[in-house]
């Protein structure tokens, strides 16, 4: 199934339009996405098996599928091709950043720049289902309720300001900087969901192309890796890590600017749209560079 969000409602997301969930249930399903993962399974055989009536269909724009993402994990370096292209070294364990919850917006996003240095990373994004501590590898896939597309944004002099203790999180956490969409599909929808076809365009040219079958360390591993130090909350996004052709690795480097258009998709999900637009100048930056060496 393919859960959306239209005028703040959860809808299900069908070929004959948006689905108003609680209204088609009469009820049974809450209007919010965080109420729905306690009754995940119960919804998508609900889903499978009714017909929804024209009564039910809204009209309007998709909003960011999510209800609170009380944290947002993502992982770096994490395909190999994307390693080679940053000339870093293979991690021996996962390397895991955030990326703070106040970036996250939905398909169609317009984004301001902040400086001319911001590149595009297209993920994968796991969506967490239910709590997880210390779970199996082998079992962590019956964590995650669905998958959607994410955009890993980053100002790039930010990211890697500050030598052995780089700011990740502040440098990927600009508003706007956490695109996602442009909708959930539960995991039961792929015939093998650790093997998906991902790409990136910008404003018509291909940048990214790989399949989540590359990824170094897999949706289980990160999920059992994550949960063996943190509660992971159903909600909660997994950003898994981007492959090779960013914009700072081009020859010759190419960064976003306004009135690009970038598309992401991966297979069995769909294409995530996310507008550059100009935006007020980021201070900051210039502030840190005098404080930290
Ligand atoms: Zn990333």
């Not at 609170?68 to 390397?95: C, K, S, W």
Request: glycine content about 10%; aromatic content about 8%.
């Amino acid at each position: 199934m393919r859960i959306g969000k239209v005028g703040g409602r959860a809808v299900l997301v069908t070929a004959n339009g948006s689905i108003d969930i609680e209204r088609a249930s009469t009820g049974r399903f809450p209007a919010d996405v965080d109420g729905l993962y306690e009754c995940w399974d119960e919804l998508r055989d609900w889903t499978a098996s009714g017909t929804f009536g024209d009564e039910f269909v809204v009209t309007g724009d998709l909003e960011m599928p999510i209800g609170t993402a009380r944290q947002v994990f993502a992982v770096g370096a994490n395909y190999a091709d994307h390693i080679a292209e940053a000339g870093a070294q293979t991690p021996e364990l996962p390397m895991i950043f955030t990326k703070f919850p106040t970036c996250l917006v939905g398909p169609e996003a317009s984004v301001a720049l902040p400086t001319g240095k911001v590149d595009w990373e297209v993920e994968l994004v796991a969506v967490i289902g239910r709590t997880a501590h210390r779970v199996a590898v082998d079992e962590a896939w019956s964590y995650v309720a669905a998958l959607t597309v994410g955009q890993d944004l980053t100002e790039r002099p930010l990211q890697l300001k500050g030598g052995r203790a780089p700011q990740f999180s502040l440098g990927k956490s600009f508003p706007g900087f956490g695109p996602i969409g442009p909708w959930l599909v539960s995991v039961d929808e792929f015939a093998d969901p650790d093997d998906l076809a991902i790409e990136c365009t910008v404003t018509g040219e291909l940048m990214q192309k790989s399949r989540t079958s590359e990824l170094i360390f897999s949706v289980p591993e990160l999920i059992a890796y994550l949960s063996e130090s943190c509660s992971l909350l159903p909600g909660d996004l997994v950003f898994t890590g981007t492959p090779a052709g960013v914009g700072v690795f081009r020859t010759p480097r190419r960064y976003l600017e306004p009135g690009d258009v970038i598309e992401s998709s991966i297979e069995g999900i769909g294409t995530l749209v996310t507008r550059i637009e100009s935006g007020p100048a980021y201070a900051g930056r210039e502030v840190l560079a005098n404080h930290v060496q």
